[in-house]
């Protein structure tokens, strides 16, 4: 089965904040993807509002749970007390904790596993206890040590962090390199029960390989280069293109 496509939205949020206008429409952008066959949107909200408006979240839930049932709202961020409370609020699916200043421009490494265990582990049972599915975001060469505490802590899922990977665009050797440690770690993290995400300037032309190394990859989110393309080739096709990189029949 194909890996489930999840679109993040907040490059889309981004335009539309650069005028005090309500175009581009991230409501909107969200539907044509979920009419197009995403399986869901990825949102995250920073704290000060760059892209994603906390208006954003309970819009955005309102539209997958009525317009789409069955479809998924993922919702990513530093678990601050803050976060934790607006999750709670919302409920979305799918939590994915990442270890973000709130100055940084993007997420761009995993957590510290060992370092971060006991606050992990809290926050796990506190997410889960509300019937949130929980993934941590973790490097994509991670160690094994680091995926036995991701499972240990009450995660149900790891995405994998392809920055490094996507950053090979121009070099094959160094790309095919970062394929096999992606799946390296995939296969540790499966074989401890973890099912996998993976997400960061991912695209169509790096996603066919990372796909069938890692074939059980549950479910990709992808923004970035999702947008660029669909600045050229539209939103509905451009999941399409997306959709068939992936494998699924379209």
């Known amino acids: 089965m194909a890996a489930k496509l999840s679109v993040n939205l907040n490059a889309i949020a981004m335009l539309r904040n650069r005028r005090d206008l309500p175009w581009p429409d991230v409501v909107g952008f969200g539907r044509i993807a979920l009419e197009a066959g995403a399986a869901g949107v990825t949102i995250h909200p920073r704290p000060d509002e760059r892209h994603i408006r906390f208006s954003d979240v309970p819009a955005l839930k309102a539209l997958v749970k009525n317009e789409f049932p069955g479809r998924e709202y993922n919702i990513e961020g530093y678990p601050s007390e803050d976060f934790l409370e607006l999750v709670e609020r919302h409920l979305p699916d ?18 510290d ?10 926050v796990c049972a506190r997410l889960k206890r509300s019937g949130m599915r929980v993934s941590l975001f973790a490097d994509g060469d991670c160690s094994e040590d680091d995926v036995t505490i991701a499972r240990e802590v009450g995660a149900d899922r790891i995405e994998l962090y392809t920055g490094p990977y996507g950053g090979c665009y121009d070099d094959a050797g160094a790309a095919a390199r970062w394929v096999e440690k992606l799946g390296t770690t995939a296969d540790r993290a499966m074989a401890r029960g973890l099912d996998i995400n993976a997400g960061h300037d991912l695209t169509i032309a790096n996603l066919p390989a990372l796909a069938t190394r890692i074939p059980k990859l549950a479910e990709v989110s992808i923004g970035h280069g999702l947008t660029a393309d669909a600045l050229q080739y539209g939103m509905a096709e451009t999941v399409k293109r997306y959709r068939r990189a992936l494998g699924d029949s379209v």
């Open 94 to 111: 799918q939590v994915t904790l990442v270890p973000d200043d709130p100055a940084q421009a993007t997420s761009d490494h995993g957590w």
């Open 113 to 122: 596993f060992a370092a971060n265990r006991e606050r992990l582990s809290e």
